[in-house]
């Protein structure tokens, strides 16, 4: 027998949540299911169709949060123009209501994008596994929790049986050493990597981020880390908890208290990778190496540093890396070696799950105001648009004046909801619109027709609202 | 998941090849937040008009395949999106099995898990059952158990299906039932996760 290796944080999370194996796979027991209104309609109906109930209400925490618009939501549900888009949370009220599932509506001030509600309300926590029909749902990896998105007949899955059946990934560590520079935080990391590994990069592995600078992180920067997992091809993105994640934890409205606190955090302290724990693969970048980074094609790993060129399709080492290089330079409307700030935006996006809570809102306020101060405003030919992440978020950003900033500045302020990150509600680009955004994906249509996206940090985004093209934060707070 | 054992049921034929799952169910009846009622929009480029009115010729719509419960189609059964309203929408219909000489491999899995049973046929089998499906009897046996498929005139073609998916479908076994056999295990499981972390139990 070889001998026995240390345990990895993913296979800790993952052997204290196995229940039975069946035809090869797992049956891993699910802590925590988000839910929300597009994903899971069709799920109730299957339930229904077989009188099934929902095993878990006490589970399961459902928001609005997909299609919702993003003004005038005091005025209800019913009041929303989209018509599938009212349909579909209507049917959501109606399933909630019917098993007994705690909700928080479109206008509650607990409302807001899932990946946010998850961690503000303290449901998110260490060592849990959770799930829901949202790809980006490795958010909450940045607490230690093994978190995966799923699809509709996988959400009906967990709904009956608080269960999902998978078979394990492999073990990948990304480790990011050293101290980054001046402007430098977890959106151009989470680029980073992903340029570095490649969107297949993470295909079949979860992946645990370690090293000085992650540990550096606040939990709202591991969660803009862990958003991007997926967008590296994997299942999901961890950081192991630490006092970081403590702190953040304490308080919360669902967050142990009292003696529970006590043995909770006991429990937590547990979820670490050993050091003699055997990854299947490894990857280590200095913090130093990286820049502000943003995209300039229509994949999350075709990234550049903020003061480089856009790259030449015959740079790529295979023909097809050349083809869909082509192509995406065709579809954004770049040059081959023109530099990146040559980019002139038509639209400024600051919001979605990557980047829509308070530290993202203040590091933009703060990029708006220094603009302000120096008689600067967002230029005239932008359409700048913040959207904070939930209703608890805005609250908090009015409370220290930062939406007052923004709108000296000519950004719009808006209420809470996924908005311009895909799409599905109004705020969507026009056919041919350059888009600086805080998001996470720069497909071709997603957030709109022929709309053309540069993903980037929320400082970045704001400073290319006031330049009116993409620019280096560092060079406009100089 | 309704269980499929053995079904006498009315066969119709539909000749073409490559039927695609946007020709199944076309995308104007994905918008509902139900599985019930898509049979209504079941092959509805097919079965009717621009105006909405009936296409009388289609086979369908003819009175003697009314109520009929087994398709026998062309090749390439079911190619296309990958969207479950397409077995959906045929079980609403009171299509329970379809028979071809191939399926496109998302549908066939999606089959399997909503209780409609595809068999494969050789050429030359399904051709005579396409025949038999035209004449004045076409009422078919398709017995899941004995892996057999008895034409109207008594002709009987036997067909392959993996053991486990065949054992899941004669008990109406879908994943979720699956699991659900486990459910002693997480009964348990959740007992001692109650006591080891109590402070996710919330009242
Ligand atoms: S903000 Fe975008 S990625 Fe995040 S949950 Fe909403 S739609 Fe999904």
Redesign the pocket.
Known sequence: MPPMSGKTLYDKIWDAHVVAQQDGEAILYIDLHLI?EVTTPQAFAGLRAAGRPVRRPDRTLAVA??NVPTEGQALGVGAVADEEARLQLQTLERNVRDNGIEFFPMGDIRNG???VVGPEQGRTQPGMTIVCG???TSTHGAFGALAQGIGTSEVEHVLATQTLRQKKSKNLRVTVNGTPGPGVGAKDFALAIVGAIGTAGGTGSVIEYAGEAIRGLSMEGRMTLC?LAIEAGARAGLVAPDQTTYDYMMGRPASPKGAAWEMALAHWKTFFSDDDAVFDREVVLDAADIAPTVTWGTSPEDVVAVTGNVPSPESFATPDKKISAERALDYMGLTAGQPITEARVDVVFI????N?RIEDLRSAAAVAQHAFLNGRLVAPHVRAMVVPGSGLVKEQAEEEGLDAIFKAAGFDWREPG??M??G?NPDRLAPGERCAST???NFEGRQGRGGRTHLMSPAMAAAAAIAGHIVDVREMMA | MKAFTKLDARMAPLTMANIDTDQIIPKQFLKTVEREGLGKGLFYDFRFDEQGVEKTEFVLNRPEYKGVGVLVAGDNFGCGSSREHAPWALLDFGISCVISTSFADIFYNNCFQNGLLPVVLKPEEVQALMEEAKGGNHVVTVDLEAQTVVSPSGAAFSFQIDPQRKAKMLQGLDAIGETLTAAMDIDVYESKRALSEPWLERA
């Not at chain 1, 919001?351 to 990557?354: A, N, P």
């Open positions: 929300h949060d997909h994008i899932v990946h949202d790809s980006h958003n919001g979605s799950c990557t829509s996924c908005s990150c895909l599905m998001s996470n994906r």
